[in-house]
């Protein structure tokens, strides 16, 4: 499991990265239902991967499923969009009232999601100390 | 503490909400460092507090402080700001390189912290399954 360095916004030697990293990992396995799709070639080779998590939604207090992650090798060829609906119905099978995910500001992928029926329900807002 | 009902979308049982919302407690309280402030008046009587953890972020994989709930009997007293605050000063003193909270999209609060300098860094998107 990656999750893609390039969204911090700080500078972090390679240790303090590590060490944070695996808090982080840690911290988010520690609570919910986790689950893993990877996407292969017919050969079985990786061309993809979502992680979700079922857990009890911070705002409304009903089971929801979140998207920790998804990356796929190649754009354009429906990876990730089939990775997407196989969370989604993996998070309706289980229980999950909605899907929700996290997405920076400037990110492309906010429209890709919006394309599939995402819509915006909460801001991430913040400062620096 | 009391996260504030009015925030869920969904009808929920009262048993399932309390049900539900001790669970989310017990989750947001079993990763980070908590420190919960409370503004009184003269006479040790309740005007309001805040909920702020210390624990590293998802994104930046620095040290970051989070505030989980703010809430003022009165508003226009000046009480939000002195709390809010009362947590950043706490945040850069345990060593948090910024701190963050979540506001809904349609929250006159979003102006409101706009004003005390945070700005807006990444969106929760969702839909109901």
């Known amino acids: 499991m990656k999750i893609s360095r390039s969204f911090s916004r700080f500078q972090l030697g390679d240790e303090e990265y590590e060490e944070n990293y695996g808090k982080v990992i840690k911290s988010l396995l520690s609570t919910g239902e986790h689950k893993f799709f990877v996407a292969t070639d017919p050969y079985g080779r990786y061309l993809g991967h979502v992680w979700v998590c079922l857990k009890i939604d911070t705002a ?6 979140y998207i920790y992650g ?33 997405v920076d500001v400037n990110n492309p992928a906010r429209k890709w999601y919006a394309e599939k029926g995402y819509s915006e329900r909460a801001v991430i807002m913040e400062k620096p100390l």
Chains 1, 2 share one sequence.
Request: charged letters at 30%.
């Open 70 to 102: 998804i990356e796929t090798l190649f754009p354009g060829m429906g990876i990730g969009s089939a990775l997407l609906k196989k969370a989604e119905e993996w998070a309706k099978r289980v229980g999950a009232r909605k899907i929700s995910l996290r």
């Open 60 to 65: 409304d207090f009903v089971p929801s499923a």
